[in-house]
C-alpha cells in the first residue's frame, strides 16, 4: 500500500475510523495529525464498540504503531483517561503509541472560554463540542500555548501554566465565568504528565526513520472537509487543517512522500452543528434518526441529514487531490424507494457547480435533483460488490461518476466484514 491519506470529503461522521481500521492491516503506522479530542472514531470489532477521540484507530490492531502528531491539540487528562479505558477492555497500549513532543495542550481554561464564548453567541453559536480545540489552537497561533514538552518537564510546565491560568482568569471574570483553581490543575495535570511521559518523543524524526526503512504511512483525518479552517464552510468550522494538506503540515511528513489520498463518503450527506447544509432533508432525517442512526460518536447530538451532495464532494476531490473514493452508510438508504443526488446550486437565479465561499451565500443556494430509483433490499449481508443489487451497485458508480475519483471501497454496516473492496 503506498502512503495513503484518509480525509473526509464532507462535514465530518462519514466513517473515517472503520475505513482507517480496514485499511490498517496493510499499513505499519497510522497518523494523527489535526484535531482534538472533539473527533469520535468509531469502529466495531467482534460486535463490540470502541470510540476513540484521540489515540489513532490502528491501536486495535496489533503490531501497528499509532502516532500523535505535533498537529494535534490533546486534552492530557482526557487522553489518560482514553488509555485506560482501552486497557481495561484488554488493548495494549505501551510502545505501540507515541506522542509528538511539539503537540499543544487543551487546559481547562481553554474549555471554560470555548463554553462561554459559544454561550454568549446566542443564535449566531458556531456549535462547538466546548471541548476547548478553538481557544488551544488560538494560543497556538499567538505563540502562548502550552506543548507536551512543556508538560513532561514539572518546573517548567508550573511556571508556564501558573502565568497562563492568571491570565485566562482576568479573561473568564471578564466573560461572566467563575475563576479556576491553579493549584488543583496543575495537581491533575503533573499526574497526567506521569503517565504519558513514556510516550512523548520527537515523532517528526521517528516518522522519517520509518520512512527511510520502508514503513507504510495511513493517515487518519479528523472531522471533514468542509470543517477545514481554510477551506470549510467558515466560520462554521473546525480550527484545523482538515484537508489532506494538514496532514503533512500537521506530521512533518513532505507531500512528495504521499501516494494516495483516499476521501471518505456517506452515500448521503450529514452535519452536526451549525452552518448551512443545502442538501438538508427532513424526511431523510427523520428516517435515518428512527433507525437508531446519525447520533455523533462525541457529544450525542442528533446529526442533520440530507441527500448526496456531489457539489460539494466534488469540491472536495479538488482541494484534497482525492485519487479514490470510500463510501460508507450505504445500507441506510436499503429502504427508501426514490433516492435524491444534488448535482448542483441554485444561487439567485443562477446555476453553479462548486459551493460559493460565503455562507450567507450557501445558505441561499437551492439544490438541483437528479433522482434515482431505490434497490428496497437489504445490503448488509453482502460481501463482493456482485453481491450488491443492481440499482446499489448503479447508485454508488453514479455517485463515484459525479465526484470525479475511483471507488475502491463500500461499506454496508460497522463491522470489519461488512466492506467491500472493488
Known sequence: MPNTILAGAQWGDEGKGKIIDFLTDEADIVVRSQGGNNAGHTIVIGGEKYVLHLIPSGILRKSKICVIGNGVV???????????????RGVAVGKNLLISDAAHLVLPYHRALDGRREALKGKGKIGTTKRGIGPAYGDKVARIGLRMCDLVDPEVFSKKLAIRIRENNIVLKSLGAPALNGKAILKDYLAAADVLRPFVTNTVVYLHKALKSGKQLLFEGAQGTFLDIDHGTYPYVTS??????????????????????LGVMKAYTTRVGEGPLPSEDKGITDALHAMGREFGATTGRPRRCGWFDAVATRYAAMVNG???????????????????VCIAYQLDGKKIEFPPTDPGALARCTPVYIELPGWNKPTDKARKFSDLPPRARDYVNKLAGLTGAKLTIVSIGPARAQTIRL
Open 322 to 340: 482525492i485519487d479514490e473514493i470510500a463510501i460508507t452508510n450505504l445500507d441506510g438508504l436499503d429502504a427508501v424507494s426514490a433516492i435524491r
Open 74 to 88: 490533546i486534552d492530557p487528562v482526557s487522553l489518560v483517561g482514553e488509555i485506560e479505558g482501552l486497557r481495561k
Open 240 to 261: 484545523s487543517n482538515t484537508t489532506a494538506g494538514g496532514a503533512c503540515t500537521g506530521s512533518g511528513v513532505p507531500p512528495h512522500r504521499v501516494g494516495r489520498v
